[in-house]
């Protein structure tokens, strides 16, 4: 059955980086592209960008360009996203969502950013 | 700042219906295809609707989509108590080299 298993919660100081990874399993790895979707407390859904394992090629949400890195390891079947220069308004629960349209997500991964 | 816009909250009392609309642009509903996802409180999303009416294996028949223009709909019949959550609509937009663009959220009530 297809997973996919997001590493834990992370506390971060402002300024800077958390990289959260998304290992998938029970399907072809390479096959699906794979968004990465946060939440802040209380709020709505914001998309923050897609990779393609395939060819590693990546599409960032305007708003987080500059700051936000989307890896994956084709070798252990995982999606790394990095997010740098971080501060408090990145506090969230972070998602990996798996092909274009999000069939399979992983269970979130929360990020706070405090002092 | 979603470009998409639902109704904040709708509610009906078990074994109603209860529709909720999503409105974009040209851009995104108008140019490309609908989907929903339902977040039960405290966990990940969960596809509902994709390709503005299909329905992915294991949802039950009382969820339907619908697209026309630049809206869509998600209809729930039959509503259960188990069906309170929280629904997004999203579709990829064409515009900013591409992105994919989440509805501000609906929270249905059952009473």
């Known amino acids: 059955q297809v997973q996919l298993v997001q590493s834990g919660a992370e506390v971060k100081k402002p300024g800077a980086s958390v990289k959260v990874s998304c290992k998938a399993s029970?399907?072809?790895?390479?096959?699906?592209?794979m968004h990465w979707v946060r939440q802040a407390p209380g709020q709505g859904l914001e998309w923050m960008g897609i990779?393609?394992?395939?060819?590693?090629?990546?599409n960032y949400a305007q708003k987080f360009q500059g700051r936000v890195t989307m890896t994956r390891d084709t070798s252990t079947s995982t999606v790394y996203m990095e997010l740098s220069s971080l501060r408090s308004e990145d506090t969230a629960v972070y998602y990996c969502?798996?092909?274009?349209?999000?069939?399979?997500w992983g269970q979130g991964t929360l990020v706070t950013v405090s002092s | 700042q979603s470009v998409l816009t639902q109704p904040p909250s709708a509610s009906g009392t078990p074994g109603q219906r209860v529709t909720i609309s999503c409105s974009g642009s040209?851009?995104?509903?108008?140019?490309?295809?609908v989907n929903w996802y339902q977040q039960l409180p405290g966990t990940a999303p969960k596809l509902l609707i994709y390709s503005n009416n299909q329905r992915p294996s294991g949802v039950p028949d009382r969820f339907s989509g619908s697209k026309s223009g630049t809206s869509a709909s998600l209809a729930i019949s039959g509503l259960q108590s188990e069906d309170e959550a929280d629904y997004y609509c999203?579709?990829?937009?064409?515009?900013?080299?591409?992105?994919?663009?989440f509805g501000t959220g609906t929270k249905v009530t059952v009473l």
């Open positions: 029970g399907y072809t790895f390479t096959s699906y592209y």
């Open positions: 040209s851009s995104n509903i108008g140019s490309n295809t």
């Open positions: 990779i393609n394992p395939s060819g590693s090629n990546t």
């Open positions: 999203a579709a990829w937009d064409d515009s900013l080299n591409g992105r994919y663009v």
């Open positions: 969502a798996r092909g274009e349209v999000g069939d399979y």
